[in-house]
């Protein structure tokens, strides 16, 4: 029904910077709210940044300033820009989306498979 790809994590030192990308495809009619969580090793999944289908955005506080949560509807792809990276930001970043289908008539959310950010110090 609908995927979400992943792309762009990776290993990275301290102070360095990555950008991940998220592409939705399938049967989708409209996209409201995208963005990006995180889960390091131990600990429960958290909220990094979102946006939505309107531009609005919203940061965990332990990324702002830092990271630059954007998206591109026509191409229905959501993307962060993470700059002056910590080894706190290790971590599995995970895409999420809030799709409707042609289908549906309710929004439901959808999960990327995971890319892997490792921050060295």
């Known amino acids: 029904q609908v995927q979400l790809v992943e792309s762009g994590g990776g290993l990275v030192q301290a102070g360095g910077s990555l950008r991940l990308s998220c592409a939705a495809s399938g049967s989708i009619a409209s996209i409201n709210a995208m963005g990006w969580y995180r889960q390091a090793p131990g600990k429960q999944r958290e909220l990094v940044a979102t946006v939505t289908s309107g531009g609005n955005t919203n940061y965990a506080d332990s990324v702002k300033g830092r990271f630059t949560v954007s998206r591109d509807n026509a191409k229905n792809t959501v993307y962060l820009q993470m700059n002056s990276l910590k080894p706190e930001d290790t971590a599995v970043y995970y895409c999420?989306?809030?799709?409707?289908?042609?289908?549906?008539?309710?929004?439901?959310?959808?999960w990327g498979q995971g890319t892997q950010v490792t921050v060295s110090s």
């Open positions: 999420n989306a809030e799709v409707l289908l042609f289908s549906t008539i309710v929004y439901r959310n959808y």
